[in-house]
C-alpha cells in the first residue's frame, strides 16, 4: 500500500463512520429490478453489499419487479401480454402466472443469491402476513386485477428485520376480500419504505438518475424536492420508466421518508457509495 | 340444549382442558395435502381450526406437498412427467416448474385461506433463511433434482411462530452449493416437526390410518411403536402413498417427537378431536 | 365413539376455542355458598373446573359465604342467632364466632378442597392484606357489626392470581379503625369482581336464575340489563335471597363488570357451559 | 439532645448500618406466642418493629402458636382438652375447633394488629397452598391427629415476601391424603425458617433463653452449638416448653439456617436489639 | 449492656428506621471541605458513615474544595496567590496549578480514603464527562478564569451511582469552547445536588450552622426557608465563608432540592445524625 | 469523484464492514504516550478516530503515559530526577509530584480533547475503584514507590464503557495497605487490555514497529509470535524504549489478549488502517 493509498483509504473510512453511526439500527429500503437484475455479477456485489450492511446494523428491504419473465411465460402457456400505458392488462389467468412467476420463481431467485453470500433472506409477497393490501386500479381503461397498494402492515417486516433477516418483497398485493392484485413494484417500495420509517428508499434503475435531458448524462440533477419532482413529472420531463419511480419516492416522502434515492444500478457498490460517504450519486428527492 | 346435549358438551370442555394446558405454548406439524386439499370446504374447516388453536397458544406449522399441480402445468409447457417409484424425475426445467407451482400458486393459495380465516400466515420454501438443506438422493437411477432433508434449520419458524404468525412450507430445499432440490413432502414434515420439538406431528391423508387390510377399515390399527411400524412397512402391509407418511413419522419419532398421528383428513375437525379428546382417531406412531 | 357424537364434540371444541382465546388471562369471580355448597359432589365438580379454567389461563377468584353454619356454632355455644329482614344482628361476640366460622372453617374446607383437585388455592378473609374495608351499614335498625364494603385492596388478589393461585374470600371485612365487619356475600362478591375487572361475575345459586314467576322456571329472563334488572327488584318481582345477589351484580355492572350471571349451581359444570358455549344458561345481567 | 446522647446515638447506628446492610433483602421466621403474645404493648411494639424491618428490606414471617384459646373454646364447647406429654390429644372434633380458633381467631387477630401498625400481613394456615405438609406423629399413644411436619412449600411464603406482604402461619397442616393434623409451631417455625433459608430464626418465649439453672437467670449460655444443645437436651438440663423450642432449632439448623435465637420477648424492640446491634441477648445456636 | 442502654438504643434503632426507609434509593450530596478536611480522624469517621450509608442504599456524592492547598503550592512555584472578594484571581498558570492540586491531589486523596474505609469511590472534575459546565463569572473586576456553573450533565453520576461507586468531584468546570474554569465547591455542590434530584444536600463546615450572632453559638438558626434565608443574607448577617455555602443551598432549593442542611463537620458522625434520626442539627434552609 | 476514485473508495469500505462487524461490541485498549501525544494535530486525529469507532460500537480504553512533563514539574519544584535503567526513582514526593502531573494535567487534558472531538471521556487512576493494583517493584536497586501491576479490577471500566464512556486511565496503582505506585504505563496497558478481554492492545509510538535492525526501516517484522517476540528480547534486538512496550505485549497474549499491535502513531488515522482494513501496518504480536 503506498502513503498516498494509505491516506486516501484512511480518509474514506473516518468520512464513513458517522454515517455508519447515523443508520446504525435503521433500515433501508432498496427497489430493483429490470436491467439491473439480468446482470449476475452486478446483482451478486450489490447483494454483498446489503448483507455486509446488515452485519454492522443497517438493515435492507429488497422489493423486486419482474415484468419480462412474466410475458416470457405467458407467451410459453400461450398467451399474448397485453400492455396499455405501461401497464398490464390482467385477467385471472394472468395473475396466477404472474404470481407464480414473481413469487416462485423471481423472488426465490433473490432470496438464494443473498443467501449465496453469507445473508439470511425470507422472501415474502403482499399476500404473506396480509402485508400489502390493495385495491383495484381505477382509470378509463379496466386493467383487471392490477391494484393500487391501500395500505402495509409491517408488523412481519418489522419481526423478520429484528431478528436479523432480509426480507424480499414481490409485487403482489391481496385485496379486502381475499382477491390478489398485480401492483407496481416502486409504488410498492415506496409505500413499503414509509411503512417502516426507513431511512432511505433507494431505486437501482439503469440510468444514472434524473436527467433534464435524457440523452446527456451531464443534465443530471443531483437534489429535487418533491415540489420540484412533481413539477418535472407535470412538466414531461420524467418520462417512461422513471415516472414511477419518482411517484413512488414522491409517495415515500409524502409518508415521512426523508430522502429518496433514484441511483445507477450499474454502478458497482453504487449503495455503499450512496449511504456512506459524502459524496451522493444520482439524484435525491428530499421534502 | 336439551339437558342431556348440555351435559355432553360439559363433559367434553372438561375433556379438552387438560390438553388444552398441556400442548399450551407447544406446536403441532400439520402435513396436508392430495385430495384434502381439493375440497374447499373442507380445508376451510381444518384451516380455521389451526387459527382457533393458535388462538390458544398452540402453533401450527403447516407443511404441504403438491403433486398433480406440478404434472399439469409440466404439460401445459409441453413436457411429460415421469415418475419412477414414486418420485418425480427432475432435469433443471422440471424444478423450476415444480418450484413455481409449489412457492408461487400452491403455497400462496394456502397462505390466503388462513389469512381468510383470521390468521396470520407466512408462506416459506426451504430456501427461504435456508430452511431446508438437502442432498441428492442416490439411488439405482439417478432421478436429477430429487433430494433428501439432511439439517433443518428451524431459526425461522421459531421466529414466525413467536410472533404469532403460521408458517407454511412448500417441499423445496436447498443443496449445500446453493442448488434446488424437491423432496418429499413427507418427509419433510417429519424433520420440521423435530427441528421444533413439536408437541405431535399430524399427517391428513384420505384413509383412516393404517389399516392391516387396505380394503376393510375395520382392521385399523389404532396405536402402533415405531418398532412394529417398521416391520409393517418390511413386510409390504403399508403400501403406496402411506409409506412416505409413515417413514416420515418414524423419522420424526427416531428424533424425539413424542407422538405422530396418521389420520383421516376427510373427517370435519379432525384435527381438534385429535387433539382435545381422549378418544384418539386414525393411527398413532409413538417411540 | 359414534360419528355424529364425533361431529358434535369437535362442534363443541370447534365453540370453546374463541371463548377460550377471549378470557385467556382473564379472569372470573365466582360467589357460591347456600345449599351447592352442601353437595360435596357438586362441590367436587366445581372446583374441578375451576382448576382445569386456571391451566388454560383464565384465574378464578372465590367468594363464599355461610350462615347456617354460624348460626349452628352460636347455638353450640349457647346464643340464640338473630336475623331482621335478611341479615344477622352481630355483636361482638357473633362477630368473633362468625369470623372463626367462616376464616377457619369453611374457608379452609373449601380451600382443601380446591388443593384436591390439583390446584393451589389460598384462604383470605377481608382483613388479609386489608382486602376489604367496611364501614358500618345504617338503617332503622342497629344491627351492631354489620358493615358495608367501602373499598377493596386488590392488590393481594393480584398477586395470588399473578402466581397462579385460587383465592377463596371469606365474607369479613376490616373497619377504618380496625373493627371487624361482617359483610354479605353477594355484595362482598360483586366489590371483589369489580375491583380485578374481573370478565365475568357469576352468582351460584339453588335456582336457574330470574324467573318472573318464582313458581315456574319457564319464566327464566334469559338477560336483562341493570336498569331492567332495577325495576325488576322495584316492583318486588326479585325476592328474598336472590334480592342482594341481583344487588351484588348491579354493584358490579355498574363499577364495570360487563357481564354478571345468575346461574344454577346444581347444573353440573355450570359455569364451563357459561364461559365456553354459545347457549348461556341462567340469567345474564349487564350494563 | 446532650453531646453524650448524640454521640451514644451515632455510635447505634453506625453500628447497626452494616447489620441492615447484610439482613437486606433477606428474611427472618419468628415464632411467637404464649405469654408474650398476652401483652397487647409489647406485642404491638414486637409488630410494629417487625412492619418497620419490612420497610428497610428486612421480611419477618411469624409462626404463632395457641394453646390456652383452643382448650377455652373446646371447654366452652363442652370437651375436656386432654394432654399427653405436653401433646394435645386431638380427635376430630378437637382438630375442627383448633383449627377454628387457631386460623379463625387469633391468626386473624394478629394479622390485624400488623394492619394496624401500617404493616400488609397475611394469613396462612398449612393448607393454604399446601404450604405445611405433615404425617401422623408415630409413638407410644394414640394422639390422634397430631402430626409432624414433613415437608414445607415454601412458594407461597417467597410469593408474598416478593410482593411486599408478612405472613403470619398458623401451626395447622395437611396430610398426604388431604387430612388435616395440629402441629408444634416451634417445629413449624423452624421448618419454615429452613423452608425459605431465613438468615435467621428467632424464636421469642418468657424466659431470658437457655438457663443452666432454670431458677437462676445469671446462667443465661449466651452461645451453643448444635451438638451442645443437643447435649443439654439429652441431659435434661433444657425441660418442658423449652424443650420443643430448642428442638425447632435444631431442625432449623441441621437444615441449613445459620443463626438461631431463643430470646426474652418480654425485652421492648428485643428483635431490633439482636438484629442490629453487636450485642446479642438471649441465646443463640448454630452449627 | 445496661438495660437502660438497650432500651435507648432501642429506640434509637426504631426511629431511624423509617428515614432509612424514607431515603433508601436515595441520593445526598455532600459539601466537604476546609478545616474539617484537615482532621484525619473525623475525616475517617465521615467517609466511613457514607460507605455505611451506600449499603443502604443511600448513595452520597461527594463535591470538595481545597483552597489552602493550591495557595500553598503557587508559592513553591513561586506565584503569590491574589484574592479578590473570597474568590481567587486565576490566570492560565494559576488555573492549571489548581487543577492540578484539585484532581491529581485532593480529589485523589478523598477517593483512596473512601476506599480504605471500605467503599468504592471514583473521582471525578467537572471536565469529566463534561460535567459541568461553566461561563466566566463577569464581575466589576476581571477574575481570569474564575467561572459559575451554567448546567451540569449528571449522566455520568447517576452511571456510577447505580453502579454502586461514590463519586467524588472537584470544582473544576469547562467551558463551552472547552476552557478550563476555576469555580466555586459550594455552589457547584447546590448545582450536583439538584441535577441528580438528591434527597438531602448537606453542606459540612466548622461552625455550627447560621448563627444570629457569630460569637454566640447559642443564637443557631435551626431551621430557615429560603425567603428568610435569602433576607438574612441581604441583612449581612450571614458573613464570609458561610455566605457561597447559604447561595449554594438557595440554589439546590430553587431547583428543588427540598432540604438542605448547613451541619457542623467537627460532630463525630453528624451526618447519620442528620439524617436519621429526628433530631436535627445545624441549620435546615427549605422551600 | 472519479470512476476510480469511487472505485477505490467503494472498495475501502466493502472491506471494512466485516471488520466492523466483527469489532461491534468489543473493545481496543490503545496506549499512547511520548512523542505522539506532543503532536497536537495528530493527537486531536488520532482521538477523534477513537470518538469515531465508539459510535459504531468500537469502544476504546486509553492508557498514557507522561515522563517529560513529570521531570519538568519536579525541575520547577527543586528536585532533581533520577532515573535507574529506564525507572524513574520514586521517593514519597516524587510520587505526589507524578500524580499531580498524570492525574491532574495529562489526563485531564486528554479527556478533554476527546470531549472536544465530540465523545464522552472519563478519566481514571488506578486509584480510582481500585483499579489498579500493584505492589513494590523489587529489583537489585531500590527504586522506591516503583510498583508492579499484580491484579486489575475492571469493573469501573466496564461500568463507563457500557455507558459509551471512554476511560482514560493514568499509570497510578494503589497498593494493598493503601500506598500509592508509579507503575509502567505499557506495562499497565498489557493488564488493562487483559483485564477487559480487549480484541485487540494497540500500542502507538514514534518507529514503525519492531525493526530487525534499528536504523532501516525496511527491516521492520510485520508479524511474530510471542515465542518469537521473546527471542528477540533476549538477543537484545528489541531495544530500549521498545522493551517496555513489547512486555506489555507479551502480558497482554499470555493474559488472553489475542493480538497486539506495536503501530507507528505518526501516521494519521493508523488506528483506523490497522483495524478496518487488510492492509496491517507496524509488527503484530500473537500467541
Redesign the interface.
Known amino acids: ?1 503506498t502513503e498516498k493509498s ?9 468520512e ?3 454515517y ?2 447515523k443508520y ?1 439500527g435503521g433500515s433501508v429500503t432498496v427497489k430493483y429490478g429490470g436491467s439491473v437484475m439480468l446482470d449476475a455479477e452486478l446483482q451478486a456485489v450489490m447483494l ?2 446489503l448483507v ?2 446488515s ?3 443497517i438493515s435492507a428491504i429488497l422489493v423486486h419487479g419482474g415484468g419480462p419473465e412474466i410475458s416470457e411465460m405467458m407467451r ?2 400461450g398467451r399474448e401480454p397485453q400492455v396499455v400505458e405501461g401497464l398490464r392488462v390482467t385477467d385471472a389467468e394472468t395473475m ?1 402466472i404472474a ?7 423471481i423472488n ?1 431467485d433473490i ?2 443469491a443473498i ?2 453470500q453469507g445473508g ?6 403482499g ?4 402485508l400489502l393490501v390493495a385495491s383495484k386500479k381505477e382509470g378509463p381503461v379496466d386493467l383487471g386485477l392490477v391494484g393500487e397498494v391501500e395500505e402495509v402492515r409491517p ?2 417486516l418489522r ?2 428485520v429484528a ?1 436479523g ?1 432480509i426480507p424480499v418483497v414481490a409485487p ?1 398485493a ?1 385485496g379486502r376480500k ?1 382477491e ?1 392484485f398485480n401492483v407496481n413494484a416502486d409504488h410498492a417500495a415506496g409505500r413499503v419504505a414509509a411503512s417502516v420509517k426507513a431511512a432511505k428508499l433507494i431505486v437501482l434503475s439503469d440510468v444514472p438518475g434524473i436527467l433534464r435531458d435524457r440523452r446527456d448524462e451531464s443534465t443530471l440533477v443531483s437534489a429535487l424536492t418533491a415540489a420540484q419532482a412533481q413539477a418535472l413529472l407535470d412538466e414531461g420531463v420524467i418520462e417512461q420508466g422513471m415516472i414511477p419511480k419518482v411517484q413512488g419516492c414522491l409517495d415515500a416522502v409524502r409518508l415521512g421518508v426523508e430522502r429518496c434515492h433514484l441511483i445507477d444500478g450499474r ?3 453504487a449503495i ?2 450512496e449511504l ?2 459524502d ?1 451522493g ?1 444520482g439524484t435525491m428527492i428530499t421534502a
Not at 399476500?127 to 396480509?130: F, L, P, Q, S, V
Request: without cysteine; hydrophobic residues 50%.
Open positions: 500500500m494509505v491516506r486516501e483509504r484512511a480518509q474514506t473510512l473516518a464513513a463512520l458517522p455508519l453511526h446504525h454483498r453489499d455486509l450492511l452485519y454492522v446494523g410459453r402457456l396466477r404470481q407464480m412467476v414473481l413469487v416462485g420463481r426465490q432470496v438464494s443467501n449465496q439470511r433472506a425470507v422472501g415474502l409477497s399476500k404473506d402476513a396480509g408488523e412481519i419481526t423478520l431478528a433477516y403482489i391481496v381475499g390478489t454502478v458497482p457498490h455503499l457509495i456512506l460517504t459524496a450519486i
